[in-house]
């Protein structure tokens, strides 16, 4: 029997009108999508390929012996819009449309392979192949393209029914292998997406097919085995169960064994019954003259006993069907609220980004609330089974599969995904972050950093480090994958590579001057802390000037490396660095901040009061330069209750005027010198300002620079 697949259509924009077909997985294996398919089936199973920069997909079998000459003439047009820009999906399904109208096998394979290379949750284009294939009288080759596609998506069922329609008209079926492949493509179709919302199609078809075969005890089976799956035609399913048990004798809708025990139990109930004087209805045994046998069982129960019998059976099943009931209830609700459960590269709306989010929540509650159920349950459990069916880890992987499907383009679904599989799997983690990674979030750094984090976290070293590598080569002059790189290699004790690694990233940037600077930044702090070699680290430094004499954030990390050095060994460098600052092409407000830091350091460890005089006197000679509003803030003799000192890089030092010194003023033994400009504050002035040095962050203002990463980033 061919099964009725709908009347689904697409438009060329990829969205469908009956997308029933995005379904979700059963097991949790479903994180290995290339294992249980392609086993059974005749084709090659073809990998999934990973994206090119040609986005030529790969020849299916024979192909190159059918090439159809010359191309379409507008398809290199089309194709070059897809090549230049492979996230343009207008771009593909307008280059779609094109081969197909113009009926060209060759270039709607090429065109196919490299869009499902991309997209592979657009099942629609999937069947579209297969179709392509099987017209072209490719029945191997069709059977190849479904398997890839059931390989990326293994839970659609319109995908799954495709495929075995193509299987029911293809394979002769008067064949024994034929039966058995059938029925072990619907075994693995149910694996995959029976126990999906919109699965009903898929199990009843199973149930017909059986029929079919004449096989009344499988169809029967496979009508049980629904009865404890949530999904949304459950009623129907128990209806077509009760229709099924009632309208053929017991024995052939039955297993021996259940038979068997149900006929026990409707004899056990008529013993009862007659010791309790209760039954009027069952037949009473006779007793027979001694000598006279039991007559022979005539193999066919009385109508009386079928009927008796069929009661017990239904009560067995409406049990079961009322648990599941319950928990299509709970379900209901989260299941109305989802409005697109399949893919599209159009954008979800907020309401429905948080439907998959409060479902998610709410099954990872409700295994949690769940004890852990032994693999071992038998399958005559009834009710027991259902619960441990519909709850627990298994509920939750088939959520977040479907969900995945919906929203395969956002990263938080996927972080969620994989922050609540880490504890289960690694492996399954691992898994996700693949996928993730490798079709769906190609251009989210930030997903395969963290991804590369993982692995290392588990000591998988070599894949952190290639993680980290093709996430580079894909997207290049990426600082923070650079960092995280040199970070790796400097945590494995391979200070050698780190270092390495940003000698090369400051060379390679020497034509973009901020990120030159941001990198010259990095290695000196490494060259300093780590490889304790302070005249290289200056000198990296001192080469960075020379190319971004404009950039303050270098003068304050070669003030900051002069200030940590040994002063016995380069004294003077604090106050050359500070002379070079003044002399660069900065901010007023920068030169007042280097200029009061050279002040602070020549009080702290000037060798002559004499040092410190000049320098105080040059500094007031800066103020004076850059007018006298700059040198009253500086003196302290402004009513504005605070001013602000803004740097370059946006942050700010602020003095605050009339507050309670909190370090006592240091005696002078030398008296105050005549105050430059006719300031008759004296040295009272250069005192006010020593108190509040504090408030212009001292030597801990230098660490600023090294500490506040994010500042030297280049803007997004």
Known sequence: MMAAEGTEEFSDNGHFTNPTGFEAPEVTDLAKPDEGISEDIGGSGTEMEEPSATYSGPPLEGEEEEEEGELPVDFDRLWKVVSDNPQDFNGWTDLLQYCEQEGHMTASRRALNAFLVRYPLCYGYWKKFADLERRAAHNSKAEEVCVRGLKAIPLSVDLWIHYINLLLGTLNMNLPESIHRIRSTFEKALAAAGWDWHSDRLWDLYAEWEKEQGDLRAMTAVYDRVMGVPTQLYSTHYEKLKSHLTSYPLQDVLSPEEYTKLQAEYKQIQIQAKKEGSDT??????????????PADSGRDSEEAVQKMQELLLASREEVYLQNESEVRKRWNYEDAIKRPYFHVKPLDRAQLKAWQSYLDWEIAEAEAVQEVPEETSEDQGVSKVCESVAGHKRVVILFERCLIACALYEESWDKYVHYLEPRSLEETRNVYRRACEIYLLHKHTFHLQWSAFEERHGNIL????????LEQAMPGLVMVRLRRAGLE??????DQAESLLREAVEGNKDKPYLH????????????KLGKNPSKARAVLQDAIELSPENSKLYLNLLELEISGDLRVNGGGVQQCVSKALAAPLSPETKILFSQRGLQFAEDFGTTVQSVLSIYE???????????????????????????IKLDDGSAVTAVQGAPPSIPPVPMTTPPPPVMGGDTSGYGGYSNWYQQQQQYGGYGGYHNPWNQYNQYYPPS
């Open 618 to 644: 040059e500094h007031q000679k800066l103020l004076d330069d850059l007018g006298g509003k700059k040198r009253g803030a500086e003196n302290g003799d402004n009513d504005d209750p605070e001013k602000m």
């Open 463 to 470: 894949e952190a480090q290639r993680i980290l590598e093709t």
């Open 490 to 495: 400097r945590r494995l004790g391979r200070l």
């Open 517 to 528: 600077a941001f990198f010259s930044i990095k290695l000196a702090r490494f060259l300093l």
């Open 281 to 294: 209805t069952a037949d009473e045994e006779k007793e027979r003259p001694p000598g006279e046998e039991e």
